[in-house]
């Protein structure tokens, strides 16, 4: 008699069971919103209105979207959250939303331990997390930071006015893409919630510190206080490329090795203006700075040295590194570019460290640098170039100027400058296109070209103008399944 009442119960859990199970399971996408209460389930019409609770909620697999509006944080939003390689954890702002985040009213604490530099959006111990379509502004210390992560992408993001980096990766921090996205006022000293007591603000608009195994590309990085892209302390196996960097008050692009061995580091189709020097490389305290290729990068109208080779910190080793098929023009000239020839750091390029072996310099184009084309310092000894395995050769060359050789630099190099063209160079203009307008390609009848008639400089022959990626529409928006290194969204071939 106990036989209807058990069909009964079986046919309850069959055809009811799943519906109660899938309605009370969590759901896989949970929505945020200024005008939302932690009280609602987090759908897309009951979204909460804490970030850091929907954060909290976040496991493989799961997306926390944040719907239009301005998000006054009390704290800094801190995403320790853990993916896997199959199912990855997005925050984003929703698509085509204005997603702003704002910490102008909050203190973030200093950590006490290095680097003591919290973000407003603070990502550590987390694996497999994409941050996509964010604005976060006003920080009183980082805009984004990264601290012992691995398999973390920023993508399409904005930091704006912040008192250290815009977006910073550190060390034990692996598998790192930082994506297409905008860095503004990074390094302003006034961002500092009580009087800042050092000379400068920490850091470097972009920070890629001691981190292994990154991608930094299509970035936007402009109007900063100091430097606009940081490779440096041990940091290896990275690549830099197709960023826009201008307008900042230090050097565009850095390399710097500290507290251990920098290498393997690419920094290629890059572009650079209206800054200090256009790329910088130091060993200022690693043993040294190992590895580099830069290339096709068009590095011009910047205040000081296109390319130099600092003695700053300990001075120590830079080896094996290649420096081709670049382009340099007008770097140089000092502020306003009245021509100073006593501007602190000047010319094309500009040897001063001697602590160099196995540097090629080479297929480049340096043309109406101030006041010379390729330089050294008189420090190096005699033989200087065969005994240091230092190959100048095969660039062209266009020098303008009229100085007389060496030239001594009083005001803060306490140097003696010496001019070379190296071997095999081709002395003449390079014919560019257009370059009042930025227009550096080469003419049909350029001289700037290899025996094998390849140009030389940034632009190889048959570049368009439809190439030049940085003129419009840029940052690129990131289609991350799709994403090659040279083709953004996937679809550009």
């Known amino acids: 008699m106990y036989i209807p009442r058990f069909i009964a119960i079986l046919f309850f859990i069959t055809t009811w069971g799943p519906y109660k199970l899938k309605a009370t399971a969590q ?25 850091q609770k929907a954060v909290g909620m976040l ?10 509006g301005l998000y006054n944080l009390t704290a800094p939003v801190t995403i320790t959250a853990k993916g896997s390689a199959e199912s990855w954890i997005t925050i984003r702002g929703e698509k085509g939303a204005e997603v702003i985040l704002d910490g102008l009213k909050i203190n973030i604490p200093d950590s006490g331990i290095y680097p003591r530099n919290n973000g407003l959006v603070q990502i550590e111990h987390a694996a497999y997390i994409r941050l996509v379509n964010i604005h976060v502004r006003n920080s009183h210390r980082c805009g984004i930071n990264i601290q012992e992560s691995r398999y973390i992408d920023v993508i399409n993001c904005t930091s704006e006015n912040s008192l250290s980096p815009g977006i910073a990766t550190w060390q034990r921090c692996e598998y790192i893409r930082i994506l297409g996205n905008t860095v503004i006022n990074a390094n302003d000293m006034k961002m500092s919630w009580t009087p800042y007591k050092g000379h400068e603000a920490p850091h470097e608009a972009i920070s890629v510190a001691g981190s292994h195994h990154f991608e930094v590309a299509w970035n936007h990085v402009y109007n900063c ?20 960097v201008h307008d900042c008050k230090r050097q565009g692009l850095y390399i710097d090795a500290w507290f251990g061995q920098l290498e393997h580091i690419e920094m290629y189709r890059n572009v650079v203006h209206g800054c200090e020097s256009g790329i910088a490389i130091s060993s200022e305290d690693g043993p040294n700075t190992k590895n580099l290729k830069i290339h096709h990068n068009l590095i011009y109208n910047n205040r000081a040295t296109g390319i130099f080779f600092s003695k700053w910190g300990a001075d120590n080793l830079r080896e094996e590194v290649d420096v081709y098929s670049n382009t340099f023009y007008r770097n140089g000239w000092g502020k306003n570019f009245s021509g100073d020839p006593q501007y602190w750091l000047s010319g094309g390029c500009y040897l001063y460290s001697t602590k160099l072996k196995n540097l090629r310099i080479q297929n480049n184009i340096f043309a109406r640098n101030f006041p010379f084309e390729i330089g050294h310092t008189s ?12 190959d100048i050769s095969r660039n062209l060359i266009q020098d303008t100027n009229k100085s007389e050789f060496p030239i001594y ?41 290899d025996g094998g008639g390849n140009y030389l400089g940034a632009f190889p022959k048959g ?29 550009e071939k």
């Open 409 to 449: 630099l009083h005001f803060w190099l306490k140097d003696s400058v010496y001019a070379t063209t190296g071997t095999h160079a081709i002395l003449a203009d390079p014919h560019f296109v257009n370059p009042q307008e930025g227009d550096f390609r080469l003419k049909e009848d350029s001289p700037a070209k």
């Open 59 to 68: 496991e493989p697999g799961k997306t926390v979207t944040l719907l239009d």
């Open 27 to 51: 759901p896989q996408e949970v929505f945020v919103s200024p005008s939302g209460s932690d009280s609602n389930a987090g759908t897309r019409n009951k979204p909460l209105r804490s970030i």
């Open 225 to 244: 206080e100091k430097e606009g892209i940081d490779v440096k302390e041990t940091a290896a196996f990275g690549s830099v490329h197709h960023n826009y």
């Open 463 to 491: 570049t368009k103008r439809e190439s030049f990626w940085w003129k419009e529409n840029f940052p690129p928006v990131i289609h991350i399944e799709n994403y090659q290194p040279n083709y953004p969204s996937g679809t």
């Open 379 to 390: 420090k190096m000894a005699d033989r200087w170039a065969s005994q240091q395995q230092i």
